[in-house]
DNA sequence: TAGATTGTTAATCGATTAACAATC
DNA sequence: TAGATTGTTAATCGATTAACAATC
């Protein structure tokens, strides 16, 4: 039932962050509108494509001027949920979880790192990037202190799904897992996988056939 | 032309690198055969997916036992081009360029990173995960002695467009790019863009709608 | 006004899924 | 042998692209 009333768009939705980013930058010139074809030029793609994007957002643009600059931003961050605060954790304070940590963009984004987790007695105590690395077994205390409604799972693949059942038992309902490890999680647990394997897959294939693909 | 006759496979080519994962993971066992259908349970994918995506690779499986482990493997890794060693450097030794440096799990996939470059002279010098961190000016020169052919660009993204311009001045022809930035590139220039924050659209998406996407 | 740009409806394209004969 | 699994052909589904009237 829900599975069949999906109405997902995923390849717009990934598409908005650059939208977001390239309609910021032209917010900064002053100028009130911008057009959907100057869009499509910056990211080499379709006007129409962006046009058919745009409007799943319910954005509504003037003939012959373009999107309102403004209300277009508020509305992609509205359609994404980036206009409320997300309060996220690393578990795992490794050199990745460390370099999302230090990601300034996600900023811009409404994700906000506000605490971290690993096992190593070592790094426990010490901060990354001005974020306190907590012990593991304090995962749940600090997760309903601090309010944290996102997981980052950053950890060696071998500790993946013992750390992500910690991170359900500890109330969470989002994952976002870097791991390389398909998560056995509860139907009420969404998680998505950042797979870096996947993109430099299509870098060897477009390297071996000197074809352009994605 | 190149363009019509594109026989891409984008989304399988995506989904290979888990495949590989699991019948690695597989191969331990010491079974010579595995069936699609166990790799589709794995993954929460349809059988029928599976066979459609390795028939791609040219693989031939046995009715009723499934497929060649061995040979299955070496379908896919000579299909993604993971069988030959690729020679990659890092421009941007920061939070994320250190990290790719210490992900083993590139080995698996014949890449090996060589060098690491940076403006900072802070760090040119040192080392990250044992690799030697350079100048941005000795970058070609290192290029031809280390036989670099793909540049992995972690700077920041107001160097992000000035980097490229150095690596491809250095010949290189494959960019593999972790900055927010739409580089601007030759036609003979390969550029596979990895994106954060699309993934965690997709993410907040779901979040906001309690729905499972991607 | 003239024409650039939007938004809608339809057509095309490509990926996923279904059906099923072949077979080990 | 019986039946699980493959591989092929066709159907379905969804995303992209095209066409074009509306309009500021």
New binding site residues.
């Given amino acids: 039932m829900s599975q069949k009333t999906?109405l997902?768009?995923?390849?717009?939705i990934r598409r908005f962050p650059s939208y977001l980013h390239i309609i910021r930058a032209f917010q900064r010139t002053g100028e009130p509108y911008i057009?959907?074809?100057?869009i499509a030029n910056e990211l080499n793609?379709?006007?129409?494509?962006v046009?058919?994007d745009?409007?799943i957002t319910g954005?509504?643009?003037?003939?012959?001027?373009?999107?309102p600059v403004d209300q277009l931003i508020a509305a992609i961050e509205h359609y994404l949920a980036w206009d409320i605060e997300q309060r996220a954790m690393i578990v795992g304070a490794g050199n990745l979880g460390s370099a999302l940590t230090g990601y300034q963009e996600f900023r811009n984004h409404g994700l906000h790192i506000v605490a971290a987790f690993d096992s190593d007695p070592l790094k426990v105590g010490k901060t990354i990037h001005q974020i306190q690395v907590y012990q593991m077994n304090q995962l749940k205390e600090i997760v309903e202190r601090m309010k944290i409604t996102l997981a980052i799972l950053t950890v060696p693949s071998p500790y993946a799904q013992s750390s992500c059942d910690a991170i359900i038992a500890a109330g969470i309902k989002a994952i976002w897992n870097f791991t390389n490890v398909k998560l056995k999680v509860p139907d009420d647990v969404i998680v998505q996988r950042e797979d870096l394997s996947s993109g430099y897959a299509i870098l060897s294939v477009m390297m071996r056939t000197k074809a352009k693909l994605s």
Same sequence: chains 1, 2.
């Fill in positions: 999906k997902n768009y995923v390849p717009s057009s959907g074809t100057w793609l379709e006007p129409i494509q046009r058919k745009l409007s954005i509504v643009g003037k003939p012959k001027k373009g999107y």
